[in-house]
């Protein structure tokens, strides 16, 4: 049994699913955030607990990944929106961190994945950065994880969910579909045809879910002020997600969102209800790109994908759902790596095949 390690490293969270010799695939999450340390981690002794982070040097910095990454970093920190991201320092540490992370150490196939925008560019580039050996640490680190990567696939990231979504209903490979990935910075569309993509009218809207959250703020800081509470009190992307994932469906079926500030529970359910014309927007910008009906029109299903799959899902329900199938994927964060580990598995046989 080969050891296969897919990571889907977006700009909002870094998500890991891996398939060592016994067969049993494991999955971990955490946020894409790579803060620089320059206090030297020890074992906590002073009755705190230890934080579920590793830490790995990149270039002359360390940088802290891991669950409990958000916890070492100062107030103004954020979240990387840079196009290049893949070739930067804090992405190469989240890489680093997510296959130390994996728990792996001889890694026969690493699946990983690039928007659309920057598959072309970058491809090349990540193949053989990520291939071979690697010792990850901390610069004062007395042990560090040795590592070695015998196999690089790079692919689309929304190719990862077409997969997943074709293992989970074998009947899609025979129809034309539209994959919508909403992730952080970006969302991703891929129209194709089973596996067979369409190129031209696939493409990526820049904003994401990062650009829904920049509209949430700013209706959340108006309710907040016509409230009477400190103008102080903003929220983070962080605080945001978490509201968001904690919302519950009232009786009549409308989802209700709280935000605490302090000791106090703000409903911001209506702020959450008038961000979402941002999703709609990118929607129309998506459909600039398929040429409008005439694609939508030998379009069977509509796949969902990412983080904010859920939050987009109302949209695209009521734009497609009279004429479309929705799918709406198990577990929709982890669907792209789970669809990258689906491919690493055939690449692994077909390697074999060829012995």
Same mark, same amino acid.
């Given at each position: 049994m080969?050891?296969?390690?897919?990571?889907?490293l977006?700009?909002g969270?870094?998500?890991?699913?891996s !398939?060592?010799?016994?067969?049993?695939?494991?999955r971990?999450?955490?946020?894409s955030?790579?803060?620089?340390?320059?206090?030297?981690?020890?074992a906590?002794s002073?009755?705190?607990?230890?934080? %579920? @982070?590793?830490?790995?040097?990149?270039? &002359?910095?360390?940088?802290?990944?891991?669950?409990?990454a958000?916890?070492?970093?100062?107030?103004? *920190?954020?979240?990387?929106?840079?196009?290049?991201?893949?070739q930067?320092?804090g992405y190469h540490?989240?890489m680093?961190?997510?296959?130390?992370?994996s728990?792996?150490?001889e890694?026969d196939q690493l699946?990983?994945?690039?928007p659309?925008?920057?598959?072309?560019?970058?491809h090349?580039?990540? $193949?053989?950065?990520?291939?071979?050996e690697?010792?990850i640490?901390? @610069? *004062?680190?007395? %042990?560090?994880?040795?590592?070695?990567?015998r196999n690089?696939?790079?692919?689309?990231q929304?190719?990862?969910?077409?997969?997943?979504?074709?293992?989970? !209903?074998?009947?899609?490979?025979k129809?034309?579909?539209l994959v919508? #990935?909403?992730g952080?910075?970006?969302m991703?569309?891929?129209m194709?045809?089973? /596996?067979?993509? *369409?190129?031209?009218?696939?493409g990526?809207?820049?904003?994401?879910? $990062?650009?829904?959250? #920049?509209?949430?703020?700013?209706?959340?800081?108006?309710k907040?002020?016509?409230e009477?509470?400190?103008?102080q009190?903003?929220v983070? #992307?962080?605080?945001?997600?978490?509201?968001?994932? !904690?919302?519950? !469906?009232?009786?009549?079926?409308?989802?209700?969102?709280?935000?605490?500030?302090?000791? /106090?529970?703000?409903?911001?359910t209506?702020?959450?209800?008038?961000?979402?014309?941002? /999703?709609?927007e990118?929607l #129309?910008r998506?459909?600039? @790109?398929?040429?409008?009906?005439?694609s939508?029109?030998?379009i069977?299903?509509?796949? /969902? &994908?990412?983080?904010g799959?859920?939050?987009?899902?109302?949209?695209? @329900?009521?734009?497609?759902?009279?004429?479309?199938?929705?799918?709406?994927?198990?577990?929709s964060?982890?669907?792209i790596?789970?669809?990258?580990?689906?491919?690493?598995?055939?690449?692994?046989?077909r390697?074999?095949?060829?012995?």
């Amino acid at each position: 049994m080969n050891e296969i390690v897919a990571i889907d490293l977006g700009y909002g969270h870094t998500k890991i699913v891996s !398939q060592g010799r016994d067969g049993e695939p494991k999955r971990m999450m955490f946020p894409s955030v790579a803060p620089i340390t320059t206090r030297e981690r020890t074992a906590e002794s002073n009755g705190m607990s230890s934080l %579920r @982070t590793v830490t790995v040097s990149v270039g &002359a910095n360390n940088y802290v990944i891991g669950k409990d990454a958000y916890l070492e970093a100062d107030s103004n *920190y954020s979240r990387s929106r840079l196009e290049e991201y893949s070739q930067t320092d804090g992405y190469h540490a989240l890489m680093l961190g997510a296959l130390a992370l994996s728990g792996l150490r001889e890694i026969d196939q690493l699946v990983i994945g690039l928007p659309l925008t920057t598959l072309d560019t970058y491809h090349s580039a990540m $193949s053989s950065k990520y291939l071979g050996e690697h010792s990850i640490g901390a @610069t *004062y680190a007395r %042990r560090k994880v040795e590592l070695v990567v015998r196999n690089v696939v790079v692919t689309s990231q929304p190719a990862g969910a077409m997969i997943s979504a074709v293992a989970a !209903q074998p009947g899609l490979k025979k129809t034309t579909n539209l994959v919508i #990935d909403m992730g952080y910075f970006t969302m991703d569309f891929l129209m194709c045809e089973g /596996l067979r993509p *369409y190129y031209k009218r696939s493409g990526a809207i820049q904003g994401g879910m $990062s650009g829904y959250y #920049d509209h949430l703020k700013g209706l959340v800081a108006e309710k907040i002020s016509s409230e009477g509470l400190p103008a102080q009190s903003t929220v983070d #992307d962080f605080r945001l997600e978490e509201a968001l994932s !904690q919302g519950v !469906q009232g009786e009549s079926g409308r989802m209700v969102y709280s935000l605490r500030i302090g000791r /106090l529970e703000v409903d911001i359910t209506d702020c959450v209800e008038r961000a979402s014309t941002r /999703l709609s927007e990118y929607l #129309d910008r998506m459909m600039t @790109t398929l040429g409008g009906g005439s694609s939508m029109g030998i379009i069977s299903s509509v796949v /969902l &994908a990412g983080g904010g799959a859920r939050m987009i899902l109302p949209a695209v @329900t009521e734009r497609f759902g009279k004429t479309h199938d929705i799918v709406m994927q198990d577990a929709s964060q982890y669907a792209i790596a789970n669809g990258f580990l689906h491919f690493g598995i055939a690449s692994a046989k077909r390697a074999a095949a060829q012995v």
